[in-house]
C-alpha cells in the first residue's frame, strides 16, 4: 500500500507515484505557489491568496502537529523528485477542532487518480500506525471532484449544511470498515 520512512520525527511516505514528505520550511515558496494557484484555492481557502506568512505558519503547525502526534501534512512530488504538485494531510477544522483530511492538487495533475492515491496513504498511515478510530472530511457542495474522490477513498457522508456560499459536505470512514475494504 504505501511504505513509511523516518523523516527526522515525521514519516516520509511513498505511493506507487508519489512521495510524501512532511511540510518544511525549504517547500516554502513551492507550497506558496501550489496554494495560490486559482483552482487550488477556490475552495480550499475560499478563494483568498494567502500571504507568505500564512504558508510558514501552516508548515509550523503541521511540523508541531507530527511531533505531538504523528500527523501533519505532506508535500506532495512525483517519484524521482521534481517540484511540489500538491499537498496531503490532516489539520483540525471547527470547534471545537477535530482533524480532517485535505488535499490539493496543482491542475496539471488532476483527472490522474492521484488525490485518491495521496489521501489513501494519508488514511492507511492514520488507521494503521497511528490508531486512529475514524478519518473524517469535508468539502463544499458544489466541489464534485472532490466528493468523487472521498467516495472512491469508501467514504460516506453523514451531513451536509447551508453554511457558506454553498454549503458543506461531511465525509467519514470507519477504522475497521476502510481497513476490510482493502483500499
Same mark, same amino acid.
Given at each position: 500500500?504505501?511504505?513509511?520512512?523516518?523523516?527526522?520525527?515525521?514519516?516520509?511516505? @511513498? @505511493?506507487?507515484?508519489?512521495?510524501?514528505?512532511?511540510?518544511?520550511?525549504?517547500?516554502?515558496?513551492?507550497?506558496?505557489?501550489?496554494?495560490?494557484?486559482?483552482?487550488?484555492?477556490?475552495?480550499?481557502?475560499?478563494?483568498?491568496?494567502?500571504? !507568505?506568512?500564512?504558508?510558514?505558519?501552516?508548515?509550523?503547525? =503541521?511540523?508541531?502537529?507530527?511531533?505531538?502526534?504523528?500527523?501533519?501534512?505532506?508535500?506532495?512530488?512525483?517519484?524521482?523528485?521534481?517540484?511540489?504538485?500538491?499537498?496531503?494531510?490532516?489539520?483540525?477544522?471547527?470547534?471545537?477542532?477535530?482533524?480532517? !483530511?485535505?488535499?490539493?492538487?496543482?491542475?496539471?495533475?488532476?483527472?490522474?487518480?492521484?488525490?485518491?492515491?495521496?489521501?489513501?496513504?494519508?488514511?492507511?498511515?492514520?488507521?494503521?500506525?497511528?490508531?486512529?478510530?475514524?478519518?473524517?472530511?469535508? @468539502?463544499?457542495?458544489?466541489?464534485?471532484? =472532490?466528493?468523487?474522490?472521498?467516495?472512491?477513498?469508501?467514504?460516506?457522508?453523514?451531513?451536509? @449544511?447551508?453554511?457558506?456560499?454553498?454549503?458543506?459536505?461531511?465525509?467519514?470512514?470507519?477504522?475497521?470498515?476502510?481497513?476490510?475494504?482493502?483500499?
Amino acid at each position: 500500500m504505501f511504505d513509511a520512512q523516518p523523516h527526522a520525527i515525521m514519516p516520509a511516505l @511513498t @505511493t506507487e507515484r508519489l512521495e510524501l514528505c512532511p511540510f518544511e520550511p525549504a517547500d516554502l515558496d513551492e507550497l506558496h505557489e501550489l496554494f495560490a494557484e486559482p483552482d487550488v484555492r477556490r475552495y480550499l481557502l475560499h478563494d483568498e491568496i494567502m500571504p !507568505l506568512e500564512w504558508v510558514e505558519d501552516e508548515i509550523a503547525k =503541521s511540523e508541531a502537529r507530527f511531533a505531538d502526534n504523528g500527523c501533519g501534512l505532506w508535500a506532495l512530488r512525483e517519484l524521482g523528485g521534481g517540484n511540489v504538485v500538491g499537498f496531503v494531510g490532516f489539520s483540525p477544522f471547527f470547534d471545537p477542532p477535530e482533524l480532517q !483530511l485535505q488535499y490539493g492538487f496543482l491542475p496539471s495533475h488532476w483527472g490522474r487518480g492521484l488525490a485518491t492515491e495521496a489521501a489513501s496513504a494519508a488514511i492507511g498511515y492514520a488507521f494503521e500506525s497511528l490508531g486512529f478510530e475514524d478519518v473524517r472530511a469535508a @468539502t463544499n457542495v458544489p466541489n464534485v471532484a =472532490s466528493i468523487a474522490v472521498l467516495e472512491r477513498l469508501g467514504m460516506e457522508e453523514w451531513e451536509r @449544511t447551508d453554511g457558506g456560499e454553498a454549503g458543506t459536505v461531511f465525509f467519514r470512514v470507519a477504522a475497521e470498515e476502510w481497513l476490510a475494504s482493502g483500499i
